[in-house]
């Protein structure tokens, strides 16, 4: 049997948490390519931070995931929502069982974190040591794109046992719109001033339409907040002819700990600026550009005081190009084209491992 671990809310009355979009189209993905969801309900929130949460995690772990055999595989999405140091324990009793054990990378908090002046040394030798042991005892790890794969490989990992996704998929039945050339640039994001303060200083000659938490800006008549909405709304409420991924505080290029880790993540908002049919204006040293230049679906971007003068000189025709160009590629990210590859391709590995 194969199956995908859901960590989600216990049923004791707890609240109500957003399960988070690119993890839950991940399990749908799984589910529609034989995958059984193992729901993994969260420690109480009241251990968190405690010296308590790494073993009441483990045992969380070890009181909710049946007895697996010989032949079984157990999807894990990293990094885990709730850590445990002691999660490699329970992965080596799985590997002697014969289980195979296959991880889709969100994020590589040994590089994230690494990255971020916010995280102590404490903290980051956590992270390290937890992630690190967990990747080692992994027999295929899905990494978002070439570059952190070969991040992965300068940490020690095999890089055989490696595949990259590519982009990730954004699961939507709303039709790509047709979009026409009005010059606004779309930007969807957490608008906080760490990850994204270039949003208080953008060009005054270039209209914008926000979306998202926590903008704390003015408004003029070329920012315009159109608010917060859930991932199914948000898609039929965009408007504009380019979505912007940028992060930082700075207009000249993606600067600090969230512009570092852009040069080797996939952001989702890539992915559902797709999925909209919107072709994109990425930074050009971000690891996503790559593939937007491969598929001719947005522009590469190094300042985004550039954005006027590209927008002067494109073509009614040559937009209407690369909007085709993304539609085409909407119509894969939104039926899981993506991951269900690397699923195909993860079980190649494992079954050549089981060869050899």
């Known amino acids: 049997m194969k199956y995908i671990v859901s960590e989600s809310l216990c049923d004791n009355n707890l609240g109500k948490t ?175 001033d760490e990850k994204s303060g270039f949003v208080y200083k953008l060009p005054e000659n270039v209209k914008f339409n926000l979306y998202g938490l926590g903008y704390k800006g003015i408004q003029n008549d070329t920012i315009s907040y159109k608010g917060s909405f859930s991932p199914e709304e948000l898609s039929d409420k965009v408007s504009g002819s380019f979505g912007l991924v940028w992060d930082g505080d700075s207009l000249d290029t993606c600067s600090g700990f969230y512009g570092q880790y852009l040069k080797i993540n996939n952001p989702h908002k890539t992915s559902f600026y797709l999925s909209c049919g919107l072709p994109v204006l990425i930074w050009k040293e971000a690891a996503l550009s790559e593939f937007v230049a491969e598929n001719k679906c947005g522009i590469l971007i190094e300042s985004l005081n550039e954005i006027k003068d590209i927008m002067d000189k494109l073509s009614d025709d040559q937009y209407h190009e690369i909007s085709e160009n993304a539609v085409k590629v909407s119509e894969s990210i939104k039926k899981g084209q993506f991951f269900a590859n690397a699923l195909k391709q993860a079980e190649n590995i494992a079954n050549n491992q089981a060869q050899n």
């Open 18 to 192: 957003a399960i988070g979009k690119a993890r839950a189209d991940i399990e749908q993905v799984a589910q529609a390519n034989g995958f059984e969801l193992l729901k993994l309900p969260l420690v109480d929130p009241k251990y968190a931070f405690s010296h308590a949460t790494h073993f009441k995690v483990y045992e969380n772990w070890k009181q909710n995931i049946p007895k697996l055999g010989k032949g079984d595989v157990l999807l894990l999405q990293l990094p885990l929502r709730q850590h445990t140091l002691l999660f490699s324990k329970l992965l080596k009793k799985q590997k002697r069982a014969g289980v195979k054990i296959y991880a889709i990378l969100h994020d590589l908090d040994t590089l994230r974190f690494s990255m971020s002046k916010a995280a102590s040394c404490k903290e980051r030798i956590r992270r390290k040591a937890e992630e690190t042991g967990v990747l080692a005892l992994c027999d295929v790890i899905i990494a978002h794109n070439d570059r952190m794969k070969a991040a992965l490989v300068v940490m020690g990992v095999d890089e055989k046992k490696i595949i990259t996704l590519k982009i990730f998929d954004y699961l939507s039945d709303q039709p790509a719109k047709d979009r026409s050339f009005d010059k606004t640039v779309i930007v969807a994001g957490n608008f906080s």
